[in-house]
């Protein structure tokens, strides 16, 4: 494989992709189809369709990374490496493994089960669009029922019981659909049972490292052979993008979200689909 600057932009660009949409609710497959599918074409710089996709999958370890780099002080808490903040009463409830054990048994569950069906039958671009439209519906149903209720919200991610870290974990199921997108089905999910925006997406993002790092090191396990000097420059150049993007994409969304909710997102996930229809067929 022959590795040029023009590339090196490619792979850039993608990590860019994966940085700012992946934990956005607004479907980083989508967003993938339209840049790399349908434009960059790694698969073609890269040299082969399963070089592409193990670097698809590197460049989201940096996604996750950005995660755990800003989210660092609650790993440290849900791991006994830092105690509460000495400022907290006693008996204040706590975010703890257990409501990240409750929040991912479903969604695993079910990946398990279903996942050479999911493989075989649901990574068709007409089953992403139908994914993209699907995920917008919910969120503006979530937004809707939102402002409707009169009931208390839980404003902050130590609140959440166990009921709704459940709750939460099941609709987190459908984002094994591609193009769901995994934020936008569990945030709808944690606002329909009575959490806010902010509340939300910090338990979303906190869950999906586990996750998404387990899937991601088993698949890199499995496809080692893909890792070749002359693909290391572009996974390198990939990652670092993604990580960086996503901190920047993460940091905006959080201190967003609360002010301008999910409608927004899911009408700009409507247009994606548009488009990706417009230009495919």
Known sequence: ????????????????????????????TGHMIIVDDLWLKSKEFLGSPYVANTFKVVIQLGSILAVVILFREKFYELLGLKGRHSGAPKGTPKLNLLHILVGLLPATVLGLLFDD?????????????????????????????????????????DEITYGKALSMGLFQCLSLWPGFSR??????????????????????????????????????????????????????VGF?????????????????????????FAIYRIVLAAIIYLVWF
């Open 1 to 28: 494989m022959d590795w040029d600057l023009f590339s090196l932009f490619k792979s850039l660009i993608l990590g860019f992709v994966e940085g700012m949409t992946e934990f956005a609710p607004v479907s980083s």
């Open 117 to 157: 069906y999911i493989d075989e039958h649901l990574f068709s671009l007409k089953t992403v669009l139908w994914a993209l439209v699907a995920g917008a519906i919910l969120m503006i149903v979530a937004d809707l029922v939102m402002r409707r209720s009169n009931r208390r919200v839980t404003e902050n991610v």
């Open 183 to 236: 934020s936008g089905a569990t945030i709808s999910g944690g606002v329909l049972v009575g959490m806010s925006h902010r509340a939300s997406a910090d338990f979303t993002f906190i869950m999906a490292v586990p996750i998404m790092a387990g899937a991601s090191l088993l698949f890199i396990v499995k496809n080692w052979e893909y890792f070749t000097i002359d693909a290391l420059p572009y996974f390198i």
């Open 240 to 264: 670092i993008s993604a990580f960086v993007f996503a901190i920047i994409s993460i940091r905006f969304f959080l201190k967003l979200i609360n002010r301008v909710k999910l409608i927004p």
